[in-house]
């Protein structure tokens, strides 16, 4: 399901759910079974080499969740996940047949956090930070040949002197330069895959691109993949489209919309990538921009109890009746690999949606002025 063509998957996630356990009061854990929240629900993507996924949207929709799930940090309630054709649970399990250890998958798949200060021991010096991973899992490298790594990488991300920036505390950083640090970090382990989840976030706007742009740069002379995770979408649709990437937005759990960048946003299939895009007013300044955002309701339902067929029915300016009871899929039989996808059924021109009554406070459009 939407890989970009010719490329080696990485990792590949089948079918995958998340639950937690929601977190309640005393008096309501004394009473009854706890409520799960449904962080990722059913959720199949590949990672190739040399990509860049960017996941969007909304505060809780599932993007950490769903990163974390993606380079092997967070146990799936059920599904898959795969790193080059092993299960990483079985691997972390140490099931029979295991062909590559948990510990390569480990360091092949890096995280980089939104607040890479508290990330870093405020009590260890930059280089004694950078030093302990390579001791840990390149135990054979001599101390100058690891420091020799080092100093040429923190060169690489601009921290120059390197000799200089190695002996620094964290607290004698700034945030940028800390992020880099955090960066260093991952990229000693020479990764295949890092999640930046919110990475440039917590930075100044002015060193957001720039920032951006060191991704960009390491993702080609390394061949990394990043799958970057932003509430921002003018900063995913940033990284995505110099790299000729992929955009994901989700909702409630789900992926509803991929595919690259100016075709989700230029010209979203979704109605939930509509009212993304109507919220980025600065996606494309001089676009004429509605009033309201085009949404029934703004109230956003419960993870616990998620609206039942297409999650977003109930909040949708197009939802018919079989909006509620038929779930639409995001995978197409028809799409070619690295083509967008999106999970609605006003995509199909032969789904029974067209003959299905608008709900309460829908206007009916009919399927020519949809391609009209
Ligand atoms: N460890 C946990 N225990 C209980 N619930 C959790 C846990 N982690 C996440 N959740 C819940 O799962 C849902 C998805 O959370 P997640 O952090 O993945 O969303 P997000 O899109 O990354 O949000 P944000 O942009 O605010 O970080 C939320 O309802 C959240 O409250």
């Known amino acids: 399901m939407s890989t970009p063509a010719g490329d080696d998957v990485v990792v590949s996630l089948e079918d995958v759910c998340v639950d937690f356990e929601k977190e309640q009061g005393l008096v309501d854990s004394l009473f009854g079974e706890p409520e799960r929240v449904q962080a990722v629900s059913d959720v199949s993507i590949d990672v190739p080499e040399n990509d ?31 790193y080059r054709g092993q299960d990483v649970w079985d691997a972390k399990d140490g099931r029979d047949d295991v062909e590559v250890p948990f510990g390569d998958i480990r360091r092949s798949l890096q995280m980089i956090h939104q607040d890479p200060g508290a990330a870093l021991n405020p009590n260890r010096k930059v280089l004694t930070t950078l030093e302990a991973p390579l001791k840990r899992w390149e135990s054979d490298l001599s101390t100058e040949d690891r420091r020799a790594r080092i100093f040429a990488l923190l060169d690489r991300v601009g921290m120059d002197p390197p000799e200089d ?65 932003s509430h921002n979408l003018s900063n ?21 919309e991929i595919g690259p960048p100016e075709e989700v946003l230029n010209d979203p299939q979704h109605p939930y990538s509509k009212v993304l895009r109507w919220a980025t007013a600065d996606l494309d300044p001089s676009a004429q921009r509605m009033a309201d955002p085009p949404v029934r309701s703004i109230d956003i339902p419960d993870p616990v109890d998620p609206p039942s067929g297409c999650r977003f029915h109930t909040r949708c300016p197009e939802a018919r009746e079989v909006c509620t009871t038929d779930a639409p899929d995001l995978g197409d039989d028809d799409a070619a690999p690295g083509d967008r996808c999106a999970a609605c059924h006003r995509t199909d021109p032969h789904h029974e949606y067209w003959q299905s009554e608008p709900l309460d406070g829908v206007e009916s459009t009919d399927l020519e002025a949809v391609n009209d």
């Open 52 to 82: 860049v996924l960017a996941l969007v949207g909304e505060s809780g929709c599932g993007k950490t969740t769903l990163g974390k799930t993606i380079i092997g940090v967070q146990r799936p309630t059920e599904g898959s996940v795969e």
């Open 165 to 229: 920036y190695a002996h620094r505390f964290p607290h004698q950083l700034s945030g940028g330069e800390q992020q880099r640090v955090a960066l260093v970090r991952a990229l000693l382990m020479n990764p295949d895959v890092i999640l930046a989840d919110e990475a440039v976030s917590a930075l100044d706007v002015s060193l957001r691109v720039e920032t951006m742009d060191l991704l960009l740069e390491l993702q080609e002379q390394f061949g990394t993949s990043f799958v970057f995770i």
């Open 236 to 256: 995913a649709r940033y990284l995505a489209k110099e790299a000729g990437g992929r955009i994901g937005i989700m909702y409630l759990g789900e992926i509803v």
